[in-house]
């Protein structure tokens, strides 16, 4: 049974230039949710998606967007990236939006 | 004030010892709890999900939550080396996670 995947692992970008990140959902599961964390911190959550379209959103600029396809898979999307987007992306995943989530191994963005 | 308040730790205790580990809350309308394990680097891990006040076992883990206090709690017995990592606790209520900053955790041979 395929767990969260992500991709890609590592990826290093320079101000202002665009990202997009992968992720593949928990076999079974429909809901994709994105967080990002910090050096030393907690994961922050950004936004979830189910069912193609954006439920929740976290506190995070519209330069954050993403996208979900009709087989769960998802993108997040940043745009003009500042070096504080520094951080490992991660993907969680669960069932119908439940609160237990299954998380992917994360994508380390660096920007430079 | 965070909504989610964990101490950083680091926590250091001999292999074999118990690891207890915590986190106040401020937000009433948590209803599920959620305890992760992230080795560095990596994505963390879900160890434990409840859901009502009270305790959960799962093999040498054991979850408490009151919701009373808003406080919730970890205990690792009988730990191992393999057991360092960060812990991290996690509050929901409607499918959006509130983490805590995490908890380093070493357990010396």
């Known amino acids: 049974d395929a767990g969260v995947t992500q991709s890609p692992t590592h990826l290093i970008k320079t101000r202002g230039q665009q990202v997009t990140l992968r992720c593949s959902p928990k076999?079974?599961?429909?809901?994709v949710s994105w967080y990002q964390q910090a050096l030393g911190q907690g994961p922050q959550f950004i936004f979830q998606?189910?069912?193609?379209?954006?439920?929740q959103r976290g506190n995070f600029p519209d330069r954050f967007s993403g996208h979900q396809f009709p087989n769960y898979s998802s993108e997040l999307n940043v745009n003009a990236l500042l070096l504080g987007d520094s951080a490992l992306y991660l993907c969680?995943?669960?069932?119908?939006?439940?609160?237990?989530?299954?998380f992917g191994p994360g994508t380390r963005l660096t920007v430079l | 004030q965070k909504e989610v308040e964990q101490d950083p730790g680091p926590l250091s205790v001999p292999e074999g010892a118990i690891v207890s580990l915590n986190c106040t809350y401020s937000?009433?309308?948590?209803?599920?709890f959620m305890w992760y394990r992230q080795y560095s680097r990596k994505g963390p891990e879900l160890l434990m999900y409840?859901?009502?006040?009270g305790n959960k076992e799962d093999g040498r883990f054991t979850a408490q939550v009151d919701k009373s206090s808003k406080y919730i709690s970890l205990f690792i017995r009988d730990s191992q080396p393999s057991d360092s990592a960060t812990y991290l606790c996690?509050?929901?209520?409607?499918?959006?996670?509130?983490f805590g900053a995490g908890t380093q955790v070493v357990v010396t041979p």
């Open positions: 969680a995943s669960s069932l119908g939006g439940d609160n237990e989530q299954f």
């Open positions: 996690a509050m929901s209520s409607w499918g959006k996670l509130q």
């Open positions: 409840t859901y009502s006040s």
């Open positions: 937000n009433s309308a948590f209803q599920y």
């Open positions: 998606y189910y069912e193609e379209e954006e439920r």
């Open positions: 076999s079974g599961h429909d809901t």
